[in-house]
Protein backbone atom coordinates (compact mmCIF):
# COMPACT_ATOMS: atom_id res chain seq x y z
CA UNK A 1 0.00 0.00 0.00
CA UNK A 2 1.17 3.50 -0.87
CA UNK A 3 1.02 6.70 1.37
CA UNK A 4 -1.69 9.20 1.14
CA UNK A 5 -1.16 13.07 1.67
CA UNK A 6 -3.41 14.10 4.04
CA UNK A 7 -3.96 17.97 3.93
CA UNK A 8 -3.01 19.17 7.72
CA UNK A 9 -3.16 22.89 7.51
CA UNK A 10 -3.05 25.74 5.09
CA UNK A 11 0.63 27.73 4.51
CA UNK A 12 -0.08 30.55 6.51
CA UNK A 13 -0.37 27.92 9.86
CA UNK A 14 3.00 27.09 10.12
CA UNK A 15 5.13 30.58 9.72
CA UNK A 16 8.50 29.89 8.73
CA UNK A 17 10.70 29.27 12.12
CA UNK A 18 7.76 27.32 13.81
CA UNK A 19 6.10 23.75 14.22
CA UNK A 20 2.98 22.74 14.95
CA UNK A 21 1.43 19.80 16.66
CA UNK A 22 -1.49 18.23 14.85
CA UNK A 23 -3.51 15.10 14.40
CA UNK A 24 -3.75 13.12 11.85
CA UNK A 25 -6.19 10.27 12.46
CA UNK A 26 -5.39 8.75 15.94
CA UNK A 27 -1.21 9.62 14.66
CA UNK A 28 0.21 12.84 16.64
CA UNK A 29 2.31 14.80 14.64
CA UNK A 30 4.55 17.73 14.23
CA UNK A 31 5.15 19.66 11.55
CA UNK A 32 8.27 21.92 10.95
CA UNK A 33 8.44 25.10 9.08
CA UNK A 34 12.64 25.23 8.43
CA UNK A 35 14.59 27.37 6.06
CA UNK A 36 14.50 25.12 3.37
CA UNK A 37 10.84 23.78 3.63
CA UNK A 38 8.46 21.59 5.66
CA UNK A 39 9.30 18.34 7.80
CA UNK A 40 7.04 16.01 9.36
CA UNK A 41 7.56 13.92 12.54
CA UNK A 42 5.52 11.59 14.77
CA UNK A 43 4.64 13.63 17.89
CA UNK A 44 6.02 11.45 20.32
CA UNK A 45 9.49 10.80 22.40
CA UNK A 46 11.01 7.89 22.02
CA UNK A 47 12.18 7.75 25.45
CA UNK A 48 8.89 7.40 27.15
CA UNK A 49 5.90 8.89 24.88
CA UNK A 50 5.56 12.38 25.95
CA UNK A 51 4.68 14.76 23.08
CA UNK A 52 7.24 17.21 22.23
CA UNK A 53 7.61 21.12 22.39
CA UNK A 54 6.24 22.32 19.39
CA UNK A 55 6.50 25.57 19.45
CA UNK A 56 10.61 26.51 19.91
CA UNK A 57 13.48 25.28 17.19
CA UNK A 58 17.06 24.97 18.19
CA UNK A 59 20.18 25.48 16.52
CA UNK A 60 17.71 25.74 13.56
CA UNK A 61 16.39 22.07 13.14
CA UNK A 62 15.68 20.61 16.14
CA UNK A 63 12.82 20.42 18.75
CA UNK A 64 13.06 19.23 22.79
CA UNK A 65 11.32 16.91 24.43
CA UNK A 66 9.61 18.96 27.77
CA UNK A 67 10.32 15.97 29.88
CA UNK A 68 13.86 14.76 30.30
CA UNK A 69 14.86 17.14 27.55
CA UNK A 70 16.29 15.03 24.60
CA UNK A 71 16.24 16.73 21.31
CA UNK A 72 15.56 15.42 17.72
CA UNK A 73 16.32 16.50 14.30
CA UNK A 74 13.08 17.96 13.00
CA UNK A 75 14.41 17.06 9.47
CA UNK A 76 15.46 13.39 10.09
CA UNK A 77 14.01 12.65 13.45
CA UNK A 78 17.12 11.26 14.71
CA UNK A 79 17.61 11.48 18.01
CA UNK A 80 20.44 14.26 18.79
CA UNK A 81 20.37 13.88 22.85
CA UNK A 82 20.06 11.57 25.65
CA UNK A 83 17.76 9.73 27.28
CA UNK A 84 16.48 9.42 23.75
CA UNK A 85 18.38 7.08 21.58
CA UNK A 86 15.88 5.98 19.07
CA UNK A 87 14.83 8.10 15.65
CA UNK A 88 11.25 9.46 15.94
CA UNK A 89 9.50 8.13 12.51
CA UNK A 90 9.61 10.60 9.86
CA UNK A 91 6.89 11.50 7.20
CA UNK A 92 7.08 13.08 3.52
CA UNK A 93 5.61 16.53 3.21
CA UNK A 94 4.24 19.20 0.28
CA UNK A 95 2.90 21.85 -0.66
CA UNK A 96 -0.06 22.17 -2.92
CA UNK A 97 -1.87 25.36 -4.03
CA UNK A 98 -1.06 27.36 -0.14
CA UNK A 99 -1.95 23.80 1.42
CA UNK A 100 0.66 21.49 3.55
CA UNK A 101 -0.20 17.69 3.18
CA UNK A 102 2.08 15.25 5.19
CA UNK A 103 2.29 11.49 3.94
CA UNK A 104 1.08 9.12 5.99
CA UNK A 105 1.21 5.34 5.57
CA UNK A 106 -2.77 4.00 5.12
CA UNK A 107 -2.96 1.69 8.09
CA UNK A 108 -1.80 4.52 10.53
CA UNK A 109 -4.71 7.12 9.53
CA UNK A 110 -7.42 5.17 11.29
S1 LIG B 1 10.06 11.61 27.78
FE1 LIG B 1 11.22 12.72 26.31
S2 LIG B 1 13.23 12.75 27.07
FE2 LIG B 1 12.12 11.58 28.51
Same mark, same amino acid.
Given at each position: MTAEFIDVA???DIPMGTCKALSVGSIRIV? /??L???FYALENRCSHANSPL???KIYHGRQSACPIHC /???DLKTGEAKSPPAFT???KFPVRVVEGRVEV????MQIG
Open positions: ALDV /AHADGITS /ARFSLMAMPP
